[in-house]
């Protein structure tokens, strides 16, 4: 526990906690929404942001989530409103960002160094003021997604049964997407821009493998969240390598470990399941027992 006794782990592992706790509750609803590169697409926007905060000489993280909320706007927009070119589009808005970025950093005169750890984070450059814009953003992220949590799921899973029931669903769409811009910036001085998106979507397809229901889903992508990113910010401590791809390496080891796990879970409570039907034409035991083998492989 020694690493504790230096000011920079404390903050780097309180960073840490908060991104293993905001990156799966977003990620949770872009999985159902099946928008699981949409985190990549928004770290690339994000760092013109870094860099027009080392231009203007303020807070990156602060201008990242400006930029970032800005351009996931205009994602939103382009996926309402294009129809063949949108794609062309997102592609323009993703590629420019990240080029951007890197443009005006070298303009204000940053190193290499600033940008790879803003690219795949950095433990040492987590600053008090990097701490409280953390803080500040993740307790937004949390306040909307597990507030909004019915409404955000609903939506999430049936936009046009949503839109019927009165839900605001555009509204909805456009809130999930700028809190997943905000838990870029929230990420990126931990996991970095380029890795943010797989800490937002591996720890819940490695829920998933578990079970099927959205409340213990939620609670386990969490916790797998949390997990990685404290043992990851810890072994890059002791081991001296980057934080973000120990993390994401982690995380996906975790989702196989799960997934080996759950195969043979699966098959057990399928043979249960049929052991406990009452007697009768096999044919009619057999498929939902297999049905029930495949939901709990969650497929």
Do not use: K
Request: glycine letters at 10%; charged letters at 10%.
């Amino acid at each position: 526990m020694d690493f504790l006794n230096y000011e920079f782990m404390q903050r780097a592992l309180l960073a840490a906690v908060l991104v293993g706790i905001t990156a799966p509750a977003v990620g949770i609803y872009l999985v159902q929404r099946r928008q699981a590169l949409m985190g990549d697409g928004i770290g690339h926007v994000a760092m013109t942001g870094v860099g027009l905060g080392f231009l203007l000489s303020t807070s990156p993280v602060w201008m990242a989530t400006a930029v970032s909320v800005l351009g996931t706007v205009l994602m939103e927009l382009i996926r309402w409103y294009g129809r063949t070119r949108g794609d062309i589009a997102l592609a323009m808005l993703f590629y420019g960002g990240m080029a951007g970025g890197v443009m005006l950093i070298n303009v204000a005169g940053g190193s290499s160094a600033n940008l790879v750890s803003y690219l795949f984070g950095s433990l040492s450059t987590v600053s008090p003021s990097d701490v409280t814009a953390i803080c500040v953003l993740a307790a937004f992220v949390l306040l909307v997604t597990l507030g909004l949590r019915r409404q955000l799921f609903a939506v999430s899973q049936d936009e046009e049964f949503a839109r019927v029931t009165g839900l605001p669903v555009r509204a909805l769409n456009l809130l999930t997407a700028v809190t997943a811009a905000v838990t870029v910036t929230v990420a990126m001085r931990v996991v970095g821009l380029l890795l943010v998106s797989a800490l937002m979507v591996v720890p819940v397809a490695a829920a998933q493998q578990l079970t099927r229901s959205f409340t213990v889903t939620f609670v386990i992508a969490v916790a797998i969240g949390v997990a990685v990113t404290v043992s990851g910010t810890i072994t890059s401590f002791y081991q001296d390598v980057p934080p973000g791809a120990t993390i994401v390496l982690l995380t996906i080891a975790a989702f196989m470990a799960l997934t080996a796990l759950a195969a043979p879970l699966a098959r057990r409570r399928a043979r249960a399941a049929a052991a406990a039907q009452p007697a009768g034409d096999p044919a009619e035991c057999s498929i939902p027992a297999a049905r029930g083998a495949g939901e709990e492989a969650g497929v």
